[in-house]
């Protein structure tokens, strides 16, 4: 068994019900660093808030470099009914020999609590599973980001592991679990 490198191609367009899932381009760098530079979507991740346009902009080339690297998908999700975009989400990073991928994400503060982030996941774990042939995904998580580890369990991932002060970030040390979807073979 192995990844169906076949995805790398094109660039794998997703629709949901209301989300157009497509590649991030050079023009959504100023979305993203406005997401980047919000204290509630940095909440639970650390990383220090994205200050400038041009963070902003490194971060689009890498991600663009990684689909073509065949390394990771990064999707940007747009609303289908006005074109804005409000969020990214994608495989971060592709373990080939084990057939799993690690999926991470953000979203727009004005859009939480609208099922969005469960519509863009779903769609985005149907397409690991079923066209890339992924055997597992894992997301990693704060153990405090209680609404992304409701959005996981709803979607059938399970707690694999729970990393105590795993991650040194602004003078402290934080916890880290792993959650993991294993799909059906």
Sequence with gaps: MEINKAVFGTFPVLETRRILLREIRPA?????RAMRASGRVNQFIAREAMATQ??????????IAAFEQQQGIGWAGELKDHGAMIGTCGFNS??????RAEIGGELAVAQWGRQIALEAVSAIIQFG???MRLHSIEAKVSPANRGAIALLSHLGFRKEA???ERI???GSFSDMA???LIGSA
């Design 28 to 32: 959504d760098a100023s979305a993203i």
């Design 162 to 164: 729970h990393f105590r």
């Design 178 to 180: 792993v959650y993991t």
């Design 94 to 99: 592709i373990d080939y020999p084990n057939l």
């Design 54 to 63: 041009e963070q902003a902009e490194v971060l689009v080339v890498r991600t």
């Design 168 to 170: 040194w970030f602004n």
């Design 129 to 131: 599973m079923e066209t």
